[in-house]
């Protein structure tokens, strides 16, 4: 398929997605999933007009993915509850640590003793497809800055950081395979990959974020407007961070998830935003003050408030686009029965055990562990991991393998998740 053919396809399903949108939120299936439909049948499995080989084409798809997760991650940190709640977050933190770590671990030993891989190859599966997924997964996550929904967000909060907590693990199955440096004993791992990356990543997006709060404050004081400025000092700081994290070895999801945290915290903090009946803080509406205390000065826009509809718009454009080239991405052949197997195995049994195991005595209800357990959407994170891996020198069968695998679990959690997010939802809210 030409790159006009692609255009003109990509132009009729975001003109079908924007007039539709209504009509598309009471459908049964998620936006993904028609997206998918629309892959597949014009991919290798049906019609064959377009397709993409993974090995060949992983550094492109690195980026695009790579891309696609960044303006997700921050849209996900600048909708985080403010303040910042030990209490709150503390689930999220164990899913995104601990429960990862678990679902790596019982991917693994399935990946070595049912498909008799290598232990280092276990590993790196494990790591590829344990991180939930913060772009396609919108359903279940946070739908605007502050809400304060106990699932969406423990969702959300896992999503932002996972995608930077599984690289460490990535790293360990490299390694393992010979591709990567652990060191003596894997001291190495421990002290550079695990911890130094992580807590330098995080310290330097909360730096990153609060100072451009500080800085969009002093601005804000002499004029107010800066509507289109705040997209480009949204894409500015996710740019920076990710930069700087690079620079300095450190995982740089992780920061510009914590920078976008960070952003939405401080700025709250500095306009005196009001707290809501949960002690929550709120940004002031703007708009319609004017009209009724004409004699008082407009309040600051916040950088991340007003930025974060054209990331969400962003977010949306890279769903569509990723989500096509996975239907190209396959063929009839991935559709065996290790791929089945390790995809039921990790939506049924390892995600679930994880998540329980992780919250156990969390002070969490059932039903939420129960629903977390669940909504552990794969996607665009996944792919973005394996042609990371693909491209450091994963050895072409071995590559040929994990992609078949990792193609065909996305798919499978785009079709059991869509299908069931909302009503399982509805239940959940509904009771």
């Given at each position: 398929?030409?790159?006009?053919a692609?255009?003109i396809?990509i132009?009729c399903?975001?003109?079908?997605?924007?007039?539709?949108a209504?009509?598309?939120?009471?459908?049964?299936?998620?936006?993904?999933?028609?997206?998918?439909?629309v892959g597949l049948?014009?991919?290798?499995?049906?019609?064959?007009?377009?397709?993409?080989?993974?090995?060949k084409?992983?550094?492109?798809?690195?980026?695009?993915?790579?891309?696609?997760?960044?303006?997700?991650?921050?849209s996900?940190g600048v909708?985080?509850?403010v303040?910042?709640?030990?209490?709150r977050?503390?689930p999220?933190?164990?899913?995104?640590?601990l429960?990862?770590?678990?679902?790596?671990?019982?991917?693994?030993?399935?990946?070595?003793?049912?498909?008799?891989?290598?232990?280092?190859?276990?590993?790196?599966?494990?790591?590829?497809?344990a991180?939930?997924?913060?772009?396609l997964?919108?359903?279940?996550?946070?739908r605007?800055?502050?809400d304060?929904?106990?699932?969406?967000?423990?969702?959300?909060?896992?999503?932002?950081m996972?995608?930077?907590t599984?690289?460490?693990?990535v790293?360990?199955?490299?390694?393992?395979l010979?591709l990567h440096?652990l060191?003596?004993?894997?001291?190495?791992?421990?002290w550079?990959?695990?911890?130094?990356?992580?807590?330098a990543a995080?310290?330097?997006?909360?730096?990153g974020?609060?100072?451009?709060a500080?800085?969009?404050?002093?601005?804000?004081?002499?004029?107010?407007?800066?509507?289109?400025?705040?997209?480009?000092?949204?894409?500015?700081?996710?740019?920076?961070?990710?930069?700087?994290?690079?620079?300095?070895q450190?995982?740089?999801f992780?920061?510009?998830?914590?920078?976008?945290?960070?952003l939405?915290?401080?700025?709250?903090?500095?306009?005196?935003?009001?707290?809501?009946r949960?002690?929550?803080?709120?940004a002031?509406?703007?708009?319609?003050?004017?009209?009724?205390r004409?004699?008082?000065?407009?309040?600051?826009?916040?950088?991340?408030?007003?930025?974060?509809?054209?990331?969400?718009?962003?977010?949306?454009?890279?769903?569509?686009?990723?989500?096509?080239?996975?239907?190209?991405?396959?063929?009839?052949?991935?559709?065996?029965w290790?791929?089945?197997?390790t995809?039921?195995?990790?939506?049924?049994v390892a995600?679930?055990c994880?998540?329980?195991?992780?919250?156990?005595?969390?002070?969490?209800?059932?039903?939420l562990?129960?629903?977390?357990?669940?909504?552990?959407?794969?996607?665009?994170g996944s792919?973005?991991?394996?042609?990371?891996?693909?491209?450091?020198?994963?050895?072409?069968?071995?590559?040929?393998?994990l992609?078949?695998?990792?193609?065909?679990?996305?798919?499978?959690?785009i079709i059991?998740?869509g299908?069931?997010v909302?009503?399982?939802?509805?239940?959940?809210?509904?009771?």
């Open positions: 398929m030409s790159i006009t692609w255009f396809l132009g399903l975001m003109l079908a997605r924007g007039l539709a209504t009509s598309i939120a009471r459908l049964p299936f998620t936006s993904a999933m028609a997206y998918l439909g049948l014009l991919g290798p499995m049906f019609l064959g007009l377009f397709s993409i080989d993974l090995i084409q992983a550094p492109l798809l690195e980026t695009l993915t790579e891309i696609a997760v960044l303006i997700s991650l921050f996900a909708k985080m509850p303040p910042f709640s030990l209490a977050w503390l999220s933190l164990r899913l995104a640590w429960s990862m770590a678990l679902s790596v671990a019982l991917v693994a030993a399935f990946c070595t003793l049912v498909l008799g891989l290598p232990l280092g190859a276990g590993v790196l599966l494990g790591a590829i497809l991180p939930t997924d913060p772009v997964a919108t359903d279940v996550q946070v605007r800055a502050g304060s929904d106990h699932l969406r967000f423990t969702l959300t909060c896992e999503a932002g996972n995608d930077g599984g690289f460490p693990f790293m360990l199955g490299l390694g393992l010979g440096e060191g003596d004993h894997g001291i190495r791992w421990v550079h990959d695990l911890l130094w990356a992580s807590a995080i310290a330097l997006g909360i730096a974020g609060a100072l451009l500080w800085l969009g404050w002093q601005l804000r004081g002499k004029d107010p407007k800066h509507e289109v400025l705040d997209d480009l000092a949204g894409l500015g700081l996710i740019a920076l961070v990710y930069g700087l994290a690079d620079w300095l450190a995982w740089g992780l920061a510009v998830f914590f920078a976008g945290v960070a939405r915290q401080t700025e709250l903090v500095l306009t005196g935003a009001r707290k809501d949960q002690g929550l803080l709120q002031e509406e703007v708009h319609a003050s004017s009209a009724t004409p004699a008082e000065p407009e309040a600051p826009l916040t950088v991340s408030g007003e930025a974060l509809v054209f990331k969400e718009h962003l977010e949306r454009l890279s769903e569509l686009t990723l989500v096509l080239l996975l239907g190209g991405a396959i063929s009839a052949v991935a559709w065996n290790r791929s089945w197997a995809g039921l195995f990790l939506l049924l995600r679930p994880s998540v329980m195991l992780g919250l156990l005595a969390s002070g969490t209800s059932l039903r562990r129960g629903l977390a357990a669940w909504f552990g959407v794969r996607g665009i792919v973005y991991y394996l042609c990371y891996a693909i491209h450091h020198g994963l050895p072409p069968a071995l590559a040929r393998e992609s078949n695998i990792t193609i065909v679990v996305v798919m499978l959690s059991m998740h299908l069931s909302k009503p399982l939802l509805d239940r959940y809210w509904h009771p």
